[in-house]
């Protein structure tokens, strides 16, 4: 009695079905993944608005007022992961540059943080913190 041999392996139907399984749970889980990343660099932001202010209270001990020129007080303009630019809001009335400061952190394109739905970070000489949502300031950095 001859024996027959059965063929092994994926047809190509098969193989067609787990690159399309595959191709979807990619689809929806890519977006959530650098959601993820972003979220976790704006540490980054945080951290280089903190070390800012420091080095503005440093400045103001020295001088007896703040500065307008980030680089007299030893703050560079990059945070130090590159994902977000730090700079000095413009002096007001209510807070003129003698009395008070108000840095920003603002993301930058590098690896698409500018993308994040936290449009910038802010902190101020009073302590207020604020993030920046769909155009406006609100409080915290939550």
Known sequence: MPLKLKAGGFTLIE????????????????PSYQDYVRKGRRSD??????????KMEIYYSSNG???TD?????ISSNSDEGYYT???AAATTACPIVRCFRLEATPTSKHGQNNDKIQGFSYS??????NKQGGSWAGGWD
Not at 70 to 74: E, I, M, R, V, Y
Not at 125 to 130: D, V
């Open 86 to 88: 730090i700079s000095l």
């Open 70 to 74: 980030l680089n007299a007080a030893n």
């Open 65 to 67: 007022t703040y500065t």
């Open 45 to 54: 932001g945080q951290s280089s608005l903190m070390s800012a202010v420091q």
């Open 125 to 130: 000489s009073t302590g207020q913190k604020q």
């Open 15 to 30: 193989l067609m079905i787990a690159v399309a399984v595959l191709g979807i749970l990619s689809a929806i889980a890519y």
